[in-house]
């Protein structure tokens, strides 16, 4: 191919065989490289016979094998109903495996159509016929092998055939390779976005920022490139791990090939000067686990799956964090670790791991080998030969960022691509009124009798967080149609949590009717506060009688919750709170009358609860008589109670399909597979 010189070269691989090969060519044209997808349309009821297929680009082309239409008497109708069913999954698999990334159009240029091998030539020639109509100015076709039969077919779309191996006694294209496996679809987006970041054509530079993970602080490095298909948390026990140049190096490759990184020091500057702290593993998970759950607050890396990487004792860290986390870690990498330092908790891995050693680190080999006896997982130890503990020799941490970002390609699958409805065209703002603008943009619904309006709203089934936001606020109608969207989010998509702009401790009396807990006494009698005219009309009662029939049928931990999200009786409020703290955590509880003592002066006598106002300049707290002043944290202290820091370590084990699915508006939200309430 260089000796052809071609210009203006742009290569199109045909996935997924022909993207190894179609890297290879365009390193060596310096050329840009895209996908040419190909959809085959089968006859009716013989659908491994090709009447045509389907070529994705701008604008789709349709080839049909036109013998095979009279032969089978197909119409127009059937032909544009296959075609639309075949564009769509085009549409998904280009998404797939090239995000956003801007299609390369061929007019005006040379077009190099690449595959691994051909057998019949089918898919090959529709891409050749279709990338002409499209304005390719020449058109190669390269493959490495293809029986002789099918090559003088194709010289007949082709400008030029490349073919290194013509066969005269054909058999299968796999027969001319040593190494012919189907390759996934993971290996293929890696290979594409590895070539994409070394040709330096990524649709945009990555995004980079330095932060810090609380309640101490922890820096880090995040490095998130377009389009992130996961993101990978290095950390070890050291304090520097984030400026390790062999995690760096590990970290660029995976940042090649579109996974986001965040490198991590674990330790603050003074932690890190005691020996001690490298070795205290529980220590060194819970920092970890901070740094899962800061991710999974940050908007746009917080729903990409998540992998660990762990070195030295870090790797102890990452299999706690990995037992712990359980789902939300799709695969774990350890180089050179001490994941043996995990102990008995290692049986609790779910996540795909891969231990990395060298061959001459005899000590960590054995614990490594243990510890891998310990993991009831998919799991993998590899030996890079002649490597000690540092990985330094010539070659070894080349044969570690290989491993590693095979084995992360291989487990952690591209995030779910979420069709969202397409954008209404309008005009300019500044051309219409605002209410035309709004016309423009509505979308008719059924009328609310109708089974058709709940059903409309499924477009938002796997979203995390739905905003139901309308202007019949307080009527009939604006309850039952949130009735009506609740229920078939309930029913038919597993959303199991609703809660509603109203005081915490009413919201809990429904919460223990629907879900049939017993009644719990409280100091005032509920729904006596604003909003009253929320629970006094006969669509909420409806709704609520709906959720306790529903959750009849369910287990405890599968019924639906209903939660309150304002305090609107302050006293009430917390009350209801350090109530609940006394129960579950009293420690906690402690803290909060502390932190309370600045609004009242709370008194604790026989289990009843008695307020006063106070002066907050004294911020005082007396609690069975005893008195002391309110003291601030000290430095470094998380505001977060150890209750509220476990819920959130339990919503971050969820997988990133399955975390807390919300539907929030401003009245109501479902929440799906939450915590149990506070």
Not at 137 to 152: F, R
């Amino acid at each position: 191919m260089a000796a052809l010189a071609p210009d203006r070269p742009l290569v199109y691989a045909l996935p997924r065989g022909g993207v190894p090969v179609a890297v290879e060519i365009a390193r060596a044209l310096r050329a840009p490289l895209d996908l040419i997808l190909v959809r085959k349309i089968g006859a009716p009821g013989a659908a491994e016979v090709a009447l045509g297929a389907v070529v994705e680009g701008k604008s789709p082309e349709t080839v049909i094998n036109e013998d095979v239409r009279k032969a089978t008497g197909v119409d127009d109708a059937y032909l544009e109903r296959a075609r639309q069913h075949e564009l769509i999954e085009l549409e998904r698999r280009r998404a797939q495996y090239l995000g956003s990334r801007t299609r390369l159009e061929p007019t005006g240029h040379t077009a190099i159509v690449v595959d691994d091998g051909l057998a019949t030539g089918a898919t090959a020639k529709a891409a050749l016929i279709a990338i002409k109509r499209q304005g390719a100015e020449k058109i190669i076709l390269a493959i490495p092998v293809a029986p002789e039969e099918t090559l003088a077919e194709l010289r007949r779309h082709a400008d030029i055939v490349v073919c290194l191996h013509p066969a005269t006694n054909f058999t299968r294209v796999g027969a001319f390779y040593s190494d012919f496996h189907q390759l996934t679809d993971e290996e293929t987006i890696g290979l594409l976005r590895q070539e994409w970041a070394e040709a330096g054509s990524t649709a945009s530079d990555p995004d980079r920022r330095r932060i810090a993970v609380p309640p101490l602080g922890l820096v880090g490095d995040l490095c998130v490139p377009p389009d992130p298909r996961g993101i990978i948390l290095f950390a070890h026990g050291s304090g520097s791990s984030r400026l390790s140049p062999r995690n760096i190096a590990v970290a660029d490759r995976l940042n090649s090939e579109g996974f986001a990184t965040l490198l991590l020091d674990l330790l603050t500057a003074d932690e890190a000067n005691d020996r001690r702290n490298i070795f205290d593993i529980p220590l060194l998970d819970e920092r970890r686990l901070e740094a899962a759950i800061w991710i999974g607050a940050e908007p746009d890396i917080a729903d990409l799956p998540l992998g660990l990487f762990g070195a030295s004792t870090g790797a102890g860290a990452a299999m706690l964090a990995a037992a712990e986390l359980q789902g939300r870690v799709a695969a774990v990498v350890s180089r050179g670790g001490r994941p043996d330092l995990a102990g008995p908790r290692l049986a609790e891995v779910k996540a795909p791991t891969l231990f990395i050693v060298g061959g001459d680190d005899q000590e960590v080999r054995a614990l490594n080998r243990k510890a891998l006896a310990s993991l009831q997982c998919d799991k993998l130890l590899r030996v890079v030969p002649n490597a000690t503990n540092l990985f330094e020799e010539p070659g070894a941490l080349e044969a570690v960022t290989e491993l590693a970002s095979a084995w992360f390609q291989h487990h952690l699958p591209p995030p779910a691509q979420v069709r969202t409805p397409a954008p209404v065209e309008r005009q300019a703002a500044a051309s219409i009124s605002t209410a035309a603008a709004l016309r423009a943009a509505a979308e008719p619904l059924p009328s609310l009798e109708n089974p058709e309006f709940s059903a409309t709203f499924d477009r938002f089934a796997e979203a995390r967080v739905v905003l139901l936001g309308e202007a019949s606020h307080g009527t009939s109608e604006f309850y039952r149609a949130r009735a009506a969207i609740t229920r078939r989010l309930i029913e038919r998509h597993g959303f199991t949590i609703v809660a509603v702009e109203a005081d915490w401790p009413d919201a809990a009396s429904i919460d223990r009717y629907v879900r049939q807990r017993p009644h719990r006494a409280v100091t005032s009698a509920p729904f006596s506060r604003f909003p009253t005219w929320m629970w006094r009309n006969k669509d909420v009662d409806a709704f609520v009688r709906f959720l306790r029939d529903h959750n009849a049928a369910r287990l405890p931990d599968q019924r639906v919750g209903f939660y309150g999200l304002d305090l609107y009786n302050m006293t009430a409020s917390i009350a209801a709170v350090l109530a609940y703290l006394d129960r579950i955590d009293p420690q906690a509880a402690t803290v909060a009358r502390e932190r309370y003592a600045c609004l009242f002066a709370l008194v604790a006598r026989a289990g009843r609860l008695w307020t006063r106002f106070a002066d907050p300049r004294l911020c005082t707290m007396r609690a069975a008589g005893n008195a002391h002043p309110r003291r601030p944290p000290a430095k470094g202290t998380s505001v977060c109670t150890p209750e509220w820091r476990r819920l959130l370590r339990r919503n971050a084990k969820r997988p990133s399909g399955g975390r807390c699915r919300t539907l929030l508006s401003d009245h109501v939200f479902w929440r799906a597979r939450i915590v149990e309430p506070t």
